[in-house]
């Protein structure tokens, strides 16, 4: 089973961006946990600060992965080009947030990329992405 992460803007600074928002440790130290705690897995990341570079991640796995976990970060709230993209692919798409959305600016509680996604999780801080690859894999197994 092979699950592609995508981490969107500004996700780079996890551990200094925040810190009472998202936490003080850095994501590729939990990707290591992560990775750990599913050893049957592969767990691919990417991150970028642009939104073409994140259309192309989800067009390059979109048809071959089982499963893409992806937290858009500000462009989930503002990218038609990101739901079009998860539109026009074959793989699942997770759509994971760090922090809980709705309980911060209004700003934040509407998602454009949502309704693309086989659904959201949200607000569990990283252990966000634990629980998506959980959902993935038992979604696959239903399948
Ligand atoms: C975020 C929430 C977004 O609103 C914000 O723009 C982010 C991070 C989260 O993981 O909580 O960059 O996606």
């Not at 709230?77 to 911060?104: C, F, G, L, M, W």
């Not at 949200?122 to 399948?143: H, P, Q, T």
């Amino acid at each position: 089973m092979k699950i592609q992460i995508i981490n969107g803007p500004n996700l780079n600074l996890l551990g200094i961006r925040e810190p009472g928002v998202y936490g003080s440790s850095s994501f590729l130290s939990y990707l290591e946990e992560l990775k750990r705690m599913f050893p049957e897995v592969e767990i691919d990341y990417y991150q970028s600060n642009t939104e073409g570079e994140i259309i192309n991640k989800i067009h390059e796995k979109g048809f071959s992965y089982d499963g893409i976990i992806l937290n858009a970060g500000a462009y989930t709230h503002t990218s038609v080009a990101i739901y079009d993209a998860i539109k026009a692919i074959q793989t699942p798409v997770i759509e994971v947030h760090i922090s809980n959305v709705h309980a911060r600016e209004e700003f934040r509680h509407r998602s454009l990329i949502a309704a693309a996604c086989k659904g959201v999780i949200a607000g569990f801080g990283f252990d966000s992405y634990r629980l998506s690859v959980e959902a993935l894999k038992s979604m696959i197994g239903k399948l």
